[in-house]
């Protein structure tokens, strides 16, 4: 049984770590709305972008991008858009969950985060390559990301691309997903977050009667258009998933802190009840020696 001392310096313990979680909770909190508010800003941007780009693609005919190019996906490449560090709760691991289903002999990652990069090592898969992006991301790191991508998808070594991350729903609600990448006409023009688009685009198979006119050409238009629409796709997953790190980890450091003050009560309790016990103890001892002395 556990004495008093013993009992005070696990309350004094507690205290402590209660004390870094509650200031962590502050910090990523404070994160947390400048992440979720770059987020939603740079939704109806992605969201234009990629419904122009589904709507020209179909309409040209005189040009064709190797970006465009649909083959039969022998092998894939995954932008892995994980976390640098941990205690955001369980983002990682149900990220990592999402990872282990693809198939491991066809599948060639690309890490942005150190815990995605630290995943693929450990399980002895493909790893292309390992970016590290800031907080917030910059328009700079997603460009080098795209490059990479981009570069294996035209080489051959992956017949398409896809990313996933942690899309951010809510504070509370964080979900890995998984959406395409390349080529660029399998995307489907729905919102990088969670929302399709407020006008729905025509079927696949319904006729089209409006006519696109590109200037100069087709050639110069996409050649400058398709980049940059894919690099700002990753920017903006990047801020995505920065959101969602954050929302995480304000959650988890506020029940860790909870919990702490819940064993602390838990903890006193205890102290109390083995304080009375030994002063009641303490006092038998002293009325039996004192009625043993009369």
């Known amino acids: 049984m556990p004495s008093t ?3 005070r310096r696990r309350i004094r313990s507690v205290k402590n770590t209660a004390q870094i979680t509650k200031a962590m909770q502050m910090v990523a909190a404070a994160k947390m709305r400048k992440a979720q508010q770059a ?56 990220l990592m969950r999402e990872a282990v289903k693809l198939n491991n002999g066809a599948t060639t990652f690309i890490a942005a985060g150190k815990k995605g990069a630290q995943f693929v090592s450990r399980t002895k898969r493909r790893l ?12 700079a790191e997603a460009r080098a990301i795209s490059k990479m991508a981009q570069d294996l998808f035209l080489k051959g070594e992956a017949d398409a691309v896809d990313i996933l991350f942690t899309n951010f729903v809510s504070t509370l609600v964080q979900q890995p997903k998984t959406v ?5 006409a399998e995307i489907k023009p729905v919102t990088v ?29 996409l050649s400058a258009l398709l980049p940059h629409s894919l690099t700002f796709r990753v920017h ?18 506020k029940n860790a802190s909870d919990n702490a003050q819940q064993l602390i009560k838990d903890l006193t309790l205890e102290f109390n009840k083995l304080r009375q016990s030994n002063i ?7 009325t039996t020696a004192q009625m043993a002395v009369s």
């Open 39 to 94: 987020a939603l800003v740079g939704r109806p941007y992605a969201d234009l972008m990629n419904r122009i780009l589904s709507e020209a693609a179909p309409r040209i005919v005189a040009f064709k991008h190797p970006l465009m190019e649909v083959r039969t996906p022998k092998n894939r490449a995954v932008i892995l858009i994980s976390t640098d560090r941990g205690l955001c709760g369980a983002l990682n691991g149900n």
């Open 5 to 7: 001392r013993d009992i």
């Open 236 to 253: 903006q997953i990047l801020l995505e998933a920065r959101a969602s790190e954050h929302s995480a980890r304000m959650v988890a450091m």
């Open 280 to 286: 009641t103890r303490e006092l038998l001892e002293i």
């Open 128 to 139: 292309a390559a390992e970016f590290t992006y800031a907080d917030p991301p910059t328009f």
């Open 180 to 184: 395409p990448f390349l080529p660029v």
């Open 193 to 221: 977050g969670v929302n399709p688009p407020d006008q729905p685009l025509p079927a696949a198979g319904q006729p089209r009667t409006d006519v696109f006119e590109f200037e100069p050409d087709e050639k110069s238009v």
